[in-house]
């Protein structure tokens, strides 16, 4: 655990802006789901542990944990209400170990912080992207069937109501229009980008070729544009998401594994190698580079101040000031802390 002054450190600033930005909310009529005090809370997987966990962020405690079964639960999202969760079971630590992998999503009731229900996949496995779209319909891409599933009614389903081939080989990570009918798959091993069209199973899967190994990917706040990382070539690359064509490509400080678009353009690239973030503004121009203590693995924004988390390797997640472009202190968190969600206070 963080010193208590690293905690102090850390969080000083936090408690104010969660008063804040819950005053806000409750303006605008948005209701708490299931958060401790008045409180933003960080809703963090933590791979290691088999959990998901609730982080007060004006004091740093964890407030809840809900154990999930089975091997590394990774991704998951939060629908629009804050009401439930949806974690996919990859069942493998890291895309480079070997196995079947997880063959199931969690549905987790996050008012009551307990496991809701479980959905069978099988024989859908290694199951590890997952996105919803503006209506709360499910997207999980199958890493190892190279197939998105889709699920219209999440909350009460028992399977799967579609698949589609990724026509690409060991989709990680993929992006999704806001209105369910476009994911762009970024596939590790056939070092493509491919459009699907989950409403369309007719239509073929449109096909790119990026760079080397690309996982971390984003969309332009307008979708006309998509953000590319390509971990083992060091770059950057812009698809146009229309014609699929490349637009694009910048040199990255090597190694990024994740992406993160702001509503304004800007991007987060998580450097794993070099133990750094690098802050873009919208035309690819580095703004800042902000050392981190170790490897970044998954990032997140506060929905409406300029915060960002970095879950870290070793068992931390560092706040980051994105105006001050520095790391505000550190939270101590369970094993493997990974994918984050801002649950508003």
Known sequence: MPSAIDRRTCLSGLAALALATGHARAQTGQTQTGQAGRSDTLLVMEKGDHALSFYELASGRRTGRVE???????????????ARAYAALYGAKSSTTPGPGGDAVYVVDLAARRLARTIACGPFRRLHGVRLDAKDRLFVL???RDVL???DAPERAERPDRAVATGGIKGHLFSLSRDGETAYVANILSNTVS??????PAEAPRIAATGLWPEGNALSPDEATLYVANRRSATLTTLATEAMTVTRTVPTRGDVVRVDCGPEGDLILANYAEKSLSLLDPALKEMAAVPLEAAPVALARHPSSPLAFAALDD??????????????GHLATGREPDVMVVLPG
């Open 68 to 82: 999930l079964p089975g091997e590394y639960p990774h991704e998951f999202v939060v629908d629009r209400a804050g």
């Open 195 to 200: 459009r699907v069209r989950p409403f369309a």
């Open 315 to 328: 068992d931390r997640i560092a706040v980051v000031d994105l105006e001050g472009r520095r790391v505000q």
């Open 142 to 144: 199958s890493e190892d």
């Open 149 to 151: 599933l889709g699920f």
